[in-house]
Antibody, heavy 125, light 110 residues
């Protein structure tokens, strides 16, 4: 059974750093495409970042240069290192196993098949 | 990149059918068949209901169906049931920012 469990959220001051973890079971993280998606309180979903099975990473413009996605193959765990946090980063962060169509001429992020339960990050002084 | 446009709310009575629209542009919904729909109950994670415009994952009721015409995708729920009351989000691949979501639609079963 596929399972994703996020952790690491909490209250952090603006400008601070936090690292989120997403422990996976039932499949191998390194063989799949893994994303982070966030949802601000009372708002809609926003894609944040993705790491391809080959290691390539992409970021939303809103977090580029501040967030880093990575994985630990030995722990079968996905991470999101968040630096220079802002109030607008306050959200529930979900990790999600993603389906990507990867062709020679380009790659297409299609859908998010499995989601974790989310972890809340609150950026406030 | 603006979010895809969804109605803020829709409602229907048990047994009826409802349709939720999701309008984008030729750079996302209209340009690719990579449209998906998610159901999200309060305080829960989203759940994939439809992918690639009209495909249902295993375990999703056949009361849920998807379609697309031009720059607008649609999710139809037939035979409405109380447990269908939820928030629904559409999503599309976009050539600009990888993936864009709709603003969400609250479905109320009367």
């Amino acid at each position: 059974e596929v399972q994703l469990v996020e952790s690491g959220g909490g209250l952090i001051q603006p400008g601070g750093s936090l690292r989120l973890s997403c422990a996976a079971s039932g499949f191998t993280v390194s063989s799949n495409y893994m994303s982070w998606v966030r949802q601000a309180p009372g708002k809609g979903l926003e894609w944040v970042s993705i790491i391809y099975s080959g290691g390539t990473t992409y970021y939303a413009d809103s977090v580029k240069g501040r967030f880093t996605i990575s994985r630990d193959n030995s722990k079968n765990t996905l991470y999101l290192q968040m630096n220079s946090l802002r109030a607008e980063d306050t959200a529930v962060y979900y990790c999600a196993r993603s389906t990507v169509h990867d062709y020679v001429w380009g790659s297409y992020l299609d859908y998010f098949e499995y989601w974790g339960q989310g972890t809340l990050v609150t950026v406030s002084s | 990149q603006s979010a895809l446009t969804q109605p803020a709310s829709v409602s229907g009575s048990p047994g009826q059918s409802i349709t939720i629209s999701c309008t984008g542009t030729s750079s996302d919904v209209g340009g690719y068949n990579y449209v998906s729909w998610y159901q999200q109950h309060p305080g829960k994670a989203p759940k994939l209901m439809i992918y690639d415009v009209s495909n249902r994952p295993s375990g999703v009721s056949n009361r849920f169906s998807g379609s697309k015409s031009g720059n607008t995708a649609s999710l139809t729920i037939s035979g409405l049931q109380a447990e269908d009351e939820s928030d629904y989000y559409c999503s599309s691949y976009t050539s600009i920012t990888t993936v864009v979501f709709g603003g969400g639609t609250k479905l109320t079963v009367l």
